[in-house]
């Protein structure tokens, strides 16, 4: 059974601050999600990938299939990006139950 | 997101009453999944089901049963509410494999039981 293990737990920055979190996992898989939780908000799907780097606007998710390692980018935050990330792997490989990770939470001060 | 809706978003109950949770999708998804979130925790599979009929356990089912009469619906019931099951329950929906997220959440229910 997989196992997923984020850091930081708590991150704090300055608007503008380049921000990485990352995520490792123990059991080779399909792929990886990232997902992010406002506070008292519900969870919004982020990324999902298999291999190599996805964008979407200020934020960038990289995986390293071998290194059984992924990372989450934002460049240039904001003080809305505060919230809290969460990585999820399947549970086995090419199942569609996921395991989560505990979560980042990020607060973006002005 | 449209597409998927929980119902009650908030409830108190007391212990021993039983309590039942709705979700209820629109996309036509064949894979729905209930979850727990606690302090502490990361999300934690109570229930998922592949199908009408089709469900099964995840890792926290005890005390918890799930019923998928149709497609679009699935229900969580706790049979005899209990203080420990006092947490934000997530319903979840996955598309196909080629869609760009995968994982779409209902908006979660905050149950209480005193």
């Known amino acids: 059974k997989n196992e997923v293990e984020q850091s930081p737990q708590n991150l704090t920055a300055q608007e503008g601050e380049f921000i990485t979190i990352n995520c490792s996992y123990s059991v080779g898989i399909s792929a990886l999600h990232w997902l992010q939780q406002h506070p008292g908000g519900g969870i919004v799907s982020l990324f999902m990938l298999s291999s190599g780097k996805k964008k979407h606007g200020r934020l960038i998710a990289t995986i390293n299939i071998q290194e059984k390692h992924s990372s989450l980018h934002i460049t240039a935050s904001h003080p809305r990006d505060s919230a809290v990330y969460i990585c999820?792997?399947?549970?086995?490989?090419?199942?569609?139950?996921?395991?989560f990770g505990t979560g980042t939470r990020l607060q973006v001060f002005p | 997101d449209a597409g998927i809706t929980q119902s009650p978003r908030h409830k108190v109950t007391e212990t021993g009453t039983p309590v039942t949770l709705r979700c209820h999708q629109t996309?036509?998804?064949?894979?729905m999944y209930w979850y727990r979130q606690d302090p502490g925790h990361g999300l934690r599979l109570i229930h998922y089901?592949?199908?009408?009929?089709?469900?099964d356990k995840g890792e926290v089912s005890d005390g918890y049963s799930v019923s998928r009469s149709k497609t679009e619906d699935f229900l969580l019931t706790l049979e005899s509410a209990t203080s420990s099951q006092t947490s934000v329950y997530f319903c979840?929906?996955?598309?196909?494999?080629?869609?760009?997220?995968?994982?779409?959440f209902g908006s979660g229910t905050r149950l209480t039981v005193v």
């Open positions: 999820a792997v399947p549970a086995f490989y090419n199942t569609d139950k996921l395991i």
């Open positions: 996309e036509n998804h064949r894979y």
């Open positions: 089901s592949y199908g009408v009929k089709d469900t």
């Open positions: 979840a929906i996955s598309g196909p494999r080629d869609s760009p997220y995968g994982y779409t």
